[in-house]
C-alpha cells in the first residue's frame, strides 16, 4: 500500500511540474488602436523567445494576463524577426501597444517573480500566426 501511494505521489508531483513548465503570459490583439476591440490571442510559449505572431486587422496588442508573475513586459515589432518599428508594454502600466495600419508581426516577453527585470534574450523563434 505504501508503495502505491509513493508512485500516485510521484506521477502527481510529475504531472505539478507539467503544468507550471506550460504556464505562461496571455498576448490579446485588438483590431483598434486603444486595445479595446478584442481580435484574438495568444500564450507566450516560453521566457524571452522571440515570437512571430500576426492577427489579420489588428491595430494593437497587450499583455492580458500576467499569469500569478510579479512583472511582465513585452517588445512588440511591426516586422517579422524583431523587424520595423518598435512598441513596448509592461503588464499593469503602459500596456497597448498601438501599431496603426501595420499591426504587429513579432513579439518577445520577459516575465519573472523577482521585483529586477532581467536581460531580454531571444532563444529562438516559434511561429503563431491565426
Do not use: H
Not at 510559449?45 to 513585452?74: E, F
Not at 524577426?81 to 499593469?92: D, E, I, L, Q
Amino acid at each position: 500500500m505504501v508503495a502505491f501511494l509513493n508512485t500516485k505521489l510521484a506521477a502527481l508531483s510529475v504531472l505539478g511540474l507539467i503544468s507550471s513548465a506550460s504556464a505562461g503570459i496571455q498576448l490579446n490583439a485588438y483590431t483598434d488602436g486603444g486595445c479595446s476591440n478584442y481580435a484574438g490571442q495568444f500564450n507566450q510559449p516560453s521566457n524571452g523567445v522571440l515570437t512571430n505572431w500576426a492577427v489579420s486587422g489588428s491595430n494593437s496588442a497587450n499583455i492580458a494576463n500576467c499569469d500569478g508573475y510579479t512583472w511582465c513586459d513585452c517588445y512588440w515589432w511591426t516586422g517579422p524577426n524583431a523587424s520595423g518599428n518598435m512598441g513596448y508594454t509592461a503588464y499593469g502600466s503602459n500596456n497597448c501597444a498601438s501599431a496603426w495600419g501595420s499591426g504587429w508581426k513579432s513579439v518577445s516577453c520577459t516575465y519573472g517573480y523577482n521585483g529586477r527585470r532581467g536581460k531580454r534574450v531571444t532563444a529562438g523563434t516559434y511561429e503563431a500566426n491565426l
